[in-house]
């Protein structure tokens, strides 16, 4: 049981109680359509916003739009489960200067995901390993939308950063406990994150980042004092933040370079990183250039009506062969999304079978089919299309008349 005043939305309500279990893209700004939920009781009625992003007939309503008028009840739907990337290519990094005793934590603050090592300092085993999405999500799946939510709420700087300094609190307890060791043993933590994440965590207002020239309060590289921050461990433990180079250059970025050994190289290597924000960095020992660009809504479906993350029930994978289209879901089941591998996969396909051209343009027709969420027969002989109601169909035909479509599985 959770209390909310009149008025107030359903999602903001999650929000203070910590429940994180909901997708909102956009941060609560009525543009995405995927806050939804299910709820029954004394709510608002629905509002052009929801009129405009629900499909007819949808029953659920969306969290960022709905009002409380009085005792509700809310489902949430079960959140997919997300394996992040645990492991490593590199070889291990020799610690300096080396601790005789103690644990260590690296964390690595993603946008969408948070990945927590615990280390033994003695030894420089890692002995447990925490993940899991970023529970700030709720308030955003991109920076952006987590920036304009600092912003436009007096204490959302506040509310992100007590919600991710919690998930780190939680991951150093189970860690422990997993690996049978006293949290008061920790000695060290170090953190890897993009320029928001780190002025977030650390509580600097991130605005300047959003807007030219993208200047950030401050670059980091430097220590702080657990209690500083507010997390739950010995207060003398000391928190570093690696160093950014720039708004959109950041932490992750240095360490990356650092771990890889990309920084001493001497001939010229290209880095990756491609998460929520990608990253590109080209150089050797010499020196880099790098960019950066927005890289996980486009492949997380943000802006897109079936998009998803790669979480349980995505389809992960399309293909396109004898005539019919088939996919894999993450998990199996019914798919309720498409995650970045088969939107990949999906263009491919609509690129090869002549649906879309090069520069990823939809044919004329395409777009109507779109528009009236309908499939109609083209003179190719096969061809697929994704539906607005998270349904994949595929047909062939040679006519120009409308058809029926199989639904696939
Ligand atoms: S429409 Fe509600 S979070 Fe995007």
Known sequence: MISGRTGQTLLTVLQSAGIYEIEAPCGGNGKCGKCLVQVTGAISPSDSTEERLLPHGEARRLACRTRIE??????????????????????????????????????????????????????????????GMNKQRIFGADVISRVEYTTVHEDGLNQLSDTILTQIDTYLRQACREAEREIG?????????????????????????????FTPISLFGKCFSAAS??????PDVSVYVSPCIAGYVGGDITAGLFASGAYMADGTCLYLDIGTNGEIALGNRAGFLCCATAAGPAFE????????????????????????????????????????????????????????DETGRSFRWMRHLYAQNRIWGSEMTGLCFISMRHVLYSFQTKTSESCSLPRLR
Not at 186 to 213: D, S
Not at 229 to 234: A, E, I, K, N
């Open 185 to 213: 043993e920790l000695r060290e933590i170090a953190i890897a994150c993009n320029t928001v994440m780190a002025h977030i965590l650390t509580g600097l207002p991130p605005k300047t980042i959003a807007v030219a020239p």
């Open 301 to 356: 479906g943000a802006e897109i009506a079936c998009g998803s993350s790669g979480v349980t029930g995505a389809i992960s994978s399309v293909r396109f062969s004898d005539g019919a289209v088939g996919y894999q879901v993450i998990g199996g089941g019914v798919p309720t999304g498409i995650c970045g591998s088969g939107l990949v996969d999906t263009l491919a396909m609509l690129l090869k079978l002549g649906a879309v």
């Open 229 to 234: 921050l507010g997390l739950h461990v010995s």
């Open 70 to 131: 009085g005792d509700c009840t809310v489902f949430l739907a079960p959140e997919g489960s997300v394996d992040a990337f645990r492991g490593g290519l590199c070889e291990n990094v020799a610690l300096k200067p080396i601790r005789r005793q103690g644990l260590g934590a690296a964390v690595d603050i993603g946008t969408t995901t948070v990945v927590l090592y615990l280390v033994d300092l003695a030894t420089g085993e890692i002995i447990n390993t925490q993940s």
